[in-house]
């Protein structure tokens, strides 16, 4: 099913693929001010050509933009982690579904809305897992740069090139990485199944 996931979208690319999402409310104050400049830069790239045609729009944009940026400063109050995620996400959700007639004919498409919201959840997604399994501060770069990799080789059905992604970024942390631990099997191995799994449905 394809449909316009821009909300979606803007608060993953926001609060997940360029942070910690575990430290934003432990972030220096001059950090976290930057951290919401960067979110406001984030949702307006997602949204303007929609949003900002008109006092609606406009209004839509304002009131997503002001919802996210409270449920960050909570984070530095001590609310429970878990429970600010799904708010946001939930928030992220009911205005995608409320105000998706809009976003039919923005210039990000909603096919390549949803692809990059698969890209989102194989990278970000799977660090903010294994970032519970394991610890707030479990560096995943290595494994992000992995499953995009595998992500757009699989959309792109070159399988081959799937498999040379993951013997690659397993051969690197054998090279480099001192610490084993069970994500040099499980990043590559659910972003080929995750990759592959959103081909199918989108």
Do not use: C, Q
């Not at 996210?68 to 001590?78: P, T, V, W």
């Not at 996400?89 to 007639?101: D, E, S």
């Not at 210039?107 to 692809?115: A, C, G, L, N, R």
């Not at 480099?176 to 989108?202: A, H, Q, V």
């Amino acid at each position: 099913m394809i449909f316009p996931a821009h909300f979606v979208v803007a608060y993953l690319a926001a609060d997940h693929a360029f942070v910690n999402n575990h430290r934003i409310g432990r972030l220096p104050a001059g950090k976290f001010f930057g951290h919401l400049v960067w979110s406001t830069l984030v949702i307006l790239a997602f949204t303007f050509d929609v949003l900002l045609k008109d006092t609606a729009g406009f209004m839509i944009f304002i009131s997503f933009l002001l919802i996210h940026i409270f449920l960050d400063i909570l984070r530095r109050y001590g609310v429970i982690h878990h429970i600010l995620e799904i708010l946001a996400l939930g928030t992220a959700f009911i205005y995608t579904v409320l105000f998706k007639t809009r976003f039919e004919s923005s210039y990000i498409t909603p096919e390549f809305s949803m692809y990059l919201l698969g890209m989102l959840i194989v990278t970000a997604g799977l660090t903010f897992l294994f970032r519970e399994m394991m610890e707030e501060d479990y560096k995943d770069s290595v494994g992000i740069s992995e499953r995009l990799a595998i992500y757009i080789f699989a959309f792109a059905g070159m399988h081959f090139w799937v498999l040379i992604s993951a013997i690659a970024g397993l051969a690197y942390r054998v090279g480099f990485e001192k610490k084993k631990d069970i994500n040099w099997i499980l990043s590559p191995l659910l972003g080929i199944l995750l990759s592959y799994l959103w081909r199918m449905l989108f």
